[in-house]
């Protein structure tokens, strides 16, 4: 998944780890140039020197061909500005904006911005749930977040496939609430099969995502 992130900041710096560790590949906007090398050559992706509320920076960075924006800067006026643009002038589907005063948070989702976050914590949350694979999607959160519900897409040539549900060492960590197989919906049991082409809903812990990608051998 491309992914722009504005601001190579802590914030900045510590998503782009993120996103390398998932084998994703972002690209960085930052304005400060020694912070902007520095981040180049630590980690070898690249990185644009420029302004992110400028449209050509935008260009240059290839957001019209980015998954996802997400920019962290220490100033609410050019996260805002910058996601605006992403979205209006090169169709980036996915925006997500760090809000630096909480007061700021619902004026900026009121101005189109898809997600808007005032902790680190949370963006890396995020990016988990909803940068991290195509083939999972969070469809429900619960209990205030600590619970969500996952619709899993199992891919063509599973590696699984024909595999009882009891072979596998399932976690406590997430349950599989059902196996949908064409029209038939399942009813999971020990010796029910997986299957290529199979959707399943997980409930589990919301931090449990790499856990059901491990166990699930679900990629990227």
């Known amino acids: 998944m491309r992914v722009i992130i504005v601001g190579g900041g802590k914030v900045g710096y510590y998503l782009i780890r993120t996103l390398i560790e998932h084998k994703h590949e972002p690209t960085v906007i930052e304005i400060n140039r020694e912070v902007s090398m520095r981040i180049a050559d630590e980690m070898d992706i690249p990185v644009i020197l420029g302004d ?128 949908t197989r064409g029209e038939s919906l399942i009813i999971p049991r020990g010796q029910s099969m997986l299957k290529s082409g199979d959707k399943l809903l997980i409930i589990s812990d919301s931090t449990a995502l790499k856990e059901i990608k491990s166990v699930m051998k679900i990629k990227d």
């Open 52 to 179: 992110a509320t400028n449209c050509e920076t935008l260009r240059a960075a290839g957001a019209a061909e980015a998954d996802a924006f997400i920019s962290v800067t220490g100033s609410d006026q050019c996260n805002l500005i910058s996601c605006q643009l992403a979205k209006n002038e090169f169709g980036v589907r996915k925006t997500v904006a760090k809000s630096n005063n909480p007061k700021n948070v619902a004026v900026i989702k009121a101005l189109g911005i898809d997600t808007v976050i005032n902790s680190t914590d949370s963006i890396a949350s995020l990016i988990e749930r909803e940068v991290d694979t195509a083939k999972i999607k969070q469809l429900l959160q619960l209990n205030n977040g600590e619970v969500s519900l996952f619709e899993v897409e199992i891919p063509q040539n599973y590696v699984y496939d024909g595999k009882m549900l009891m072979e596998l060492k399932i976690p406590s960590l997430f349950n599989i609430v059902s196996i």
